[in-house]
Each structure stands twice: as structure tokens, then as C-alpha cells.
């Protein structure tokens, strides 16, 4: 259980009298004191077994046990057995998980912390590191607020609809029965011109009455989604409120939920070193906690999956009502992005004897054809844009935090001027649902691109347990207001104070498919839409790089200093990394993931991962960028990189989160599917199915 806590250290040393191969089975017992709610009937737990040879502790294998029985009372005492299967030899070395964190986020609410510390012997010495897994609360607060301000942008609709409606109502019953067109009720000198004018007053009468009951049919389904969002925001504040767990992949399909972004958690690593003159010395001590250059939100796929892609995502959705829009000059809806589209605008009042227009009621079927599609792609886009947000807003609280840690108010100045950048990695595959998958996400991180600022303010008493605060600022427009605490907002530069100060957001997005599907996708050559997103990401994040520059041109010429140090050896490294980029292959070279990350981070921008459940591929990809953290930032031996990559695979945080989501600690994978992976992607052995 979450709130069970282990009484005192939990490193047990068990005496073995018979001799073990290292290969071999080995069963043991352990016995411990656990600290439980007396309500807790079964705990699961994980061990990992090492032996002590000539001083040097080497992990052997790992264990789980599940369903244990308890003593009732607020202190038990148990004794566990089980077996320790695919063991293997390591220089490295799991600790005890810790009860408390190392590196815990001030500003952004986070639950359900897990961590584990590793010591690598020979690799990284004298030094522990420290990798650790969080809940964000934003998960739920962002669609919940965000829920409320789209309930009144549909309320503004319906109010438009139901004018018109009652429009056309009028118009309708103003007019004439239509006339017959027998020749024996036509009057007239022109017997074929009053046929022809009464079958054109007959289809203008029919396109009258069918206009009508369109606005009334799009303002019931307004409504209903007005009452949608109200219950589904009352509720996601609710869990908020209770911190209740957050989306799990297997409720991805939920309607209720699809709004939220499942298995949303921030994956942070840090390393505490000590001293060689207090090596001896208690840790508390002689520690000191260096935090690497980013964290890294990880979660599933921000997509609609409670409705479908039986409409291809919501890029193509929006494509073909911007080509039918243009065929009927609706320039309501080609001049302003989704979020100002408006169903009641692509209608157009048929009125009385008006022929100037060359009788426009003959268009009215496509007027209501588009109206329909503009309101499935609103739906929708509110669907993946609660969940885009909430990952988006995660990850620039996480890099605010890095930077007051850092004390870097100028990178954040200068963030606060060209902009926020957030990398997103892609391992979707483009082929079955997964390729309408990215056409969600490519088209919400449009969305935020266009539509979403972000404003620092400080927290006011009445705002306290919230992360943030969502304003409408017109046409379609989100202000996302970060509260912060007393102490940060002292820290924070004037500029960025100013309340005009509103931070645009530069997301790139660049996918790479690395499961088996993708390989054959890479075989029968239908995986242009890679090339396509990462091809344009490349030029925006070369883009971003340039204003970089420029702006760091500008303070450095305000500073009188020379241009040579003009620009930063970050700055300068990242267009190194990005001249190389542009020679990776962007329809399946992953390592290009490696260096768009790389670039990421060095021009200070947030990083986010996912797959489809952000728990299996998204697992490999989070501990292989981990080590190659640990190799740039703090000399790790890149000898051991492997090692120490699948160490974090098979007893790291990343196994708690699969059974988090799965209730099973293995990663999802057959061994067809381990085959089919890169080789720096494969789980190692005794971590899958």
C-alpha cells in the first residue's frame, strides 16, 4: 500500500550455509517489520538479492511477492519466501528504496511518489543515484478548469444556434404552401418560367425547413456536451481534491475520461555524491543533491480513444472541413483555428424572394454538412487538448522548477521572450490506430502552438492547493496562469512579473515508431507521415535555435560584451547537434530522437515521452535517455552504459509504474516483439513476458 512504511532499514542479510551456483536458483527468506493500516489485508512487494564478495555488493537477481497475508494491528510481522529466477552478474548495486524523496517539486503538486537509489561501484563512485516517479496533479486540474471555460464557449453557441433557429422559424411559417406545379393552379402569360419559379419556391421552402432543423439538432447536441463537461469537470475536481490516482492505460477508453492524459507522471533523476575525505561519514552529512539538466514527463498517447478514429484523428477531420469550407466560401471558419470555430457561423439565413445570390438555399445540405463536422471536430479537439495541456503545462512547471533550483533567472528572461520549447518524443508506430494516434497528437500540439500562453502569478490564499488557473482570453485564446509560492515569486525576474508578459509555446514533435508494426511499416514504405512531422519539427526547432541566438545577440550588445560571447556554449552546441540532425534519416533513424532531445535540453526547453500506455515503450526510452544523462552530465563510464540501463529496467520505478497500470510487473512485451525492438529499446530478460 501506498501509506505502509517499512520500521527501520530494510537491507536484510541473509547467511547462506550451502554453495550456490551464481545461475542457480536461490531461495530465501526474509524476515521484516512492517508499519500498515490495520485495514490492509495484502501488500506487494519487491527485493532484490545480492551477495557481498570481497566487499563489493553484486545484484544477483530480482523478486517479487505478492499476497501476503497480515497480522491485523498497526504493526505486523511477517515472513516472506520466494525464488529468484534469471540472475545475473553486476558491478552495480540496488539500495533499499528510500521512504522519503529526494527530489521533490515545490510548485507542482505530486503524488504517490516512488523512488529508487542505485550506487554504481566502479562507473559513477563515490556517488548514489537517485531515480524517482511522481503523479502530477495537473492531470486532473488542468481538463477540469479547462472543461469549465469550453461549457461556456458551448453556452455562447447555443445562444447563437437557437437566434438563428428562431430565425428561420419565423421565416418558415411566413411562408407560402408551395405551389403545385400542375398546370391547371398555374396563372400565367410564361406557363415554363412560372414551373420553373415554383419548383425553386418549393427547394427554397424544403432548404428552409431542413436549415431549421439542423440549428435545432446542433443545439441539443450542444447542450448535451454542455452537460457533459459540467459532470465530467465537477468530477475531475473532485479527484483532484482527493488525489485520486490518475488515468490508467487500461481506462483509456473511458467516456468520462477523455479528458484526461493517462499515466501522466514526472520521471526525475538525481545524484548525491560525497566526499572522498567523508566517505565514512554519514550521508546526511557529506551529501549534496545535484539535480541533472531535466526531468522527463512521461504518459500515454494524447488521443481521443473514447471516440474512435473511424475519422482518421483529428489533423485530417480538420483538413477536410477546411476544404469544404473553402468550396463554400465559409470564411468564418478558414480565417481562425478550431478552437474559434463556430457550427451556428457556417449556416446561412435563407431569406424570403432573394435571388440575387443565385438561389444560395441550393447549398444549404453542404452549409449543414460543414456545421456537423465543425462540431465533431470541436468535440474532439476539446478531448486531446485537455490531455495535450495538461502534459504541456507539466513539463514547463517541472523546467520552472529546475531553473529556481538552478537560481537561472536569465534563462527563464530569456524564456519568457522567445518562448517556451517543449519536445515531444513519439514511439507510435504508423501503422493501424496507431497512425491516426499521431494525427491527434500532431494536431493538438498544433492547437497549443496557436491558442495557449502561459502567465506566472502569485498564489493568492484563496487559490491555495491549486497549480494553476485557466483564463479565456478570446477567440479561442487560453491564458494558463502558474501560482506560485511567495519564495519563487521573489526570485522571478521583473519582466517576467509584467502581467502582458503572456509565454508563447513551441512544441516539436518528432516520432519514431520502434515496435514491430513499424518495422513493417518501414518495409512496405508507408511511413511518409514520420518523415513529413519530423521534417517540419526539425525546421521549427531550427527556428527556435535562431531566436536563441538572436535574443542572446541582444543582451550581450546591451552588455557591451564582445560577440564572441554572444552566444551561449549551450546554444552553440545545440546547432551543432541540429546540423547533425538534419542528416539522420527522419523516416526510422531513432538515434535522431537521441539528439532532437539533446538539443531539447540544451536550449532549455522541457522534455516529454510517451507511447500508446506510456508504460512499456516509453519505459525503455526514459532509462536509455536517463544513462545517457548520467554519461554528459557526470562522467559515467560509457563502458557500462547498457548495464546500468537495464538495471534501471529491471529494478527501477519504471516496473511499479507497469504494475501501476497493469497490476503485473512484467513489460509488456512477447518475445517476437523484444526481437522486433532496436537493440538500445530491449527490455532485458526476466523483465517481460
Same mark, same amino acid.
Given at each position: ?174 411562408a407560402s404552401p408551395t405551389p403545385q406545379t400542375s ?278 490564499p484563496s487559490q491555495r492547493g491549486d497549480t494553476v ?91 557591451d560584451r564582445p560577440p564572441s560571447s554572444a552566444t ?32 531539447? !535540453? #540544451?536550449? @532549455?526547453?522541457? $522534455?516529454?515521452?510517451?507511447? +500508446? ?9 526514459? =532509462? *536509455? ?23 534501471? !529496467? #529491471?529494478? @527501477?520505478?519504471? $516496473?511499479?509504474?507497469?504494475? +501501476? ?9 512477447? =518475445? *517476437? ?17
Amino acid at each position: 500500500p501506498a501509506d505502509a512504511t517499512v520500521a527501520g532499514d530494510t537491507r536484510t542479510v541473509v547467511s547462506c550455509t550451502e554453495k550456490k551456483d551464481v545461475a542457480s536458483e536461490v531461495t530465501f527468506e526474509v524476515g521484516l517489520i512492517l508499519a500498515v493500516p490495520p485495514e490492509t489485508e495484502s501488500v506487494m512487494m519487491q527485493f532484490t538479492l545480492a551477495v557481498n564478495l570481497a566487499g563489493t555488493w553484486r545484484v544477483m537477481g530480482f523478486a517479487e511477492c505478492s499476497s501476503v497475508e497480515l497480522m491485523r494491528g498497526s504493526v505486523s510481522t511477517m515472513m516472506l519466501e520466494s525464488t529468484v529466477k534469471n540472475a545475473s552478474d553486476s558491478i552495480l548495486v540496488v539500495e533499499t528504496r528510500p521512504t522519503e524523496p529526494i527530489y521533490k517539486p515545490s510548485l507542482l503538486k505530486t503524488t504517490r511518489w516512488m523512488g529508487q537509489p542505485y550506487r554504481f561501484t566502479s562507473a559513477l563512485p563515490n556517488a548514489v543515484v537517485h531515480e524517482e516517479l511522481c503523479e502530477s496533479t495537473l492531470a486532473w486540474e488542468i481538463p477540469s478548469k479547462l472543461l469549465k471555460l469550453q461549457a461556456e464557449v458551448l453556452i455562447d453557441e447555443v445562444a447563437r444556434l437557437t437566434g438563428k433557429a428562431g430565425e428561420m422559424e419565423t421565416i418558415v411559417a411566413a411562408a407560402s404552401p408551395t405551389p403545385q406545379t400542375s398546370a391547371e393552379l398555374l396563372y400565367g402569360v410564361d406557363f415554363e418560367q412560372d414551373v420553373v419559379q415554383a419548383e425553386s419556391v418549393d427547394r427554397k421552402l424544403k432548404a428552409q425547413r431542413s436549415t431549421w432543423a439542423t440549428l435545432l439538432e446542433l443545439a441539443e447536441c450542444c447542450g448535451t456536451a454542455i452537460r457533459n463537461y459540467r459532470t465530467m469537470g465537477k468530477y475531475y475536481a473532485e479527484c483532484h481534491t482527493n488525489e485520486t490516482v490518475i488515468k490508467r492505460s487500461k481506462q483509456r477508453k473511458e467516456s468520462a475520461l477523455r479528458s484526461c492524459p493517462t499515466n501522466l507522471h514526472i520521471h526525475t533523476v538525481s545524484v548525491t555524491r560525497r566526499d572522498s575525505a567523508a566517505a565514512n561519514a554519514r550521508a546526511d552529512d557529506s551529501s549534496r543533491e545535484v539535480p541533472l539538466s531535466g526531468s522527463t514527463v512521461t504518459c500515454g498517447a494524447p488521443t481521443a480513444h473514447a471516440l474512435g478514429f473511424s475519422g482518421g484523428g483529428l489533423q485530417p477531420m480538420m483538413e477536410k472541413v477546411l476544404e469544404l469550407a473553402a468550396k463554400l466560401n465559409c470564411d468564418e471558419i478558414s480565417a481562425c483555428s478550431v478552437l474559434g470555430w463556430s457550427p451556428a457561423l457556417c449556416i446561412k439565413t435563407i431569406y424570403g424572394e432573394d435571388y440575387r445570390d443565385g438561389e444560395p438555399w441550393t447549398q444549404a445540405d453542404a452549409h449543414a454538412t460543414l456545421a456537423k463536422m465543425v462540431f465533431d471536430c470541436r468535440i474532439r479537439a476539446d478531448a486531446v487538448l485537455g490531455q495535450a495541456l495538461s502534459i504541456v503545462t507539466t513539463a514547463f512547471v517541472a523546467r520552472l522548477e529546475e531553473l529556481w533550483r538552478a537560481d537561472d533567472s536569465a534563462l527563464l528572461e530569456r524564456i519568457g521572450r522567445v518562448g517556451f520549447l517543449c519536445s515531444v518524443e513519439s514511439l507510435l508506430s504508423t501503422a493501424g490506430s496507431e497512425h491516426k494516434m499521431i494525427r491527434d497528437v500532431y494536431a493538438a500540439l498544433d492547437i497549443i502552438r496557436v491558442n495557449i500562453r502561459f502567465r506566472l502569478q502569485l498564489r493568492l490564499p484563496s487559490q491555495r492547493g491549486d497549480t494553476v488557473n485557466l483564463v479565456a482570453a478570446g477567440k479561442g485564446v487560453f491564458i494558463v496562469e502558474i501560482l506560485l509560492c511567495e519564495e519563487c515569486w521573489g526570485w522571478i525576474p521583473d519582466p517576467i512579473k509584467d502581467p502582458d508578459c503572456q509565454i508563447s509555446v513551441h512544441p516539436v514533435l518528432f516520432s519514431i515508431g520502434v515496435n514491430e508494426w513499424q518495422m513493417l511499416s518501414n518495409i512496405v514504405g508507408t511511413n511518409s507521415l514520420q518523415a513529413d512531422i519530423n521534417e517540419k519539427s526539425l525546421r521549427e526547432l531550427m527556428s527556435y535555435a535562431n531566436l536563441c541566438i538572436s535574443q542572446e545577440t541582444r543582451a550581450a550588445s546591451a552588455e557591451d560584451r564582445p560577440p564572441s560571447s554572444a552566444t551561449s556554449r549551450p546554444t552553440r552546441l545545440a546547432v551543432q547537434f541540429l546540423s547533425e540532425l538534419s542528416e539522420k534519416d527522419c523516416r526510422k533513424d531513432h538515434e535522431m530522437l537521441w539528439t532532437a532531445a539533446d538539443c531539447a !535540453r #540544451l536550449l @532549455g526547453g522541457g $522534455r516529454v515521452t510517451f507511447c +500508446k500506455s506510456g508504460k512499456d515503450r516509453t519505459s525503455m526510452s526514459v =532509462t *536509455l535517455e536517463t544513462t545517457r544523462l548520467l554519461c554528459r552530465d557526470h562522467g559515467m563510464q560509457a563502458s557500462v552504459a547498457s548495464s546500468v540501463t537495464n538495471m534501471m !529496467r #529491471l529494478h @527501477g520505478v519504471r $516496473r511499479s509504474n507497469v504494475y +501501476k497500470n497493469t497490476d503485473a510487473f512484467s513489460y509488456a512485451f512477447n =518475445t *517476437l516483439q523484444v526481437r522486433s525492438l532496436p537493440a538500445p529499446y530491449r527490455p532485458p530478460a526476466g523483465s517481460h513476458r
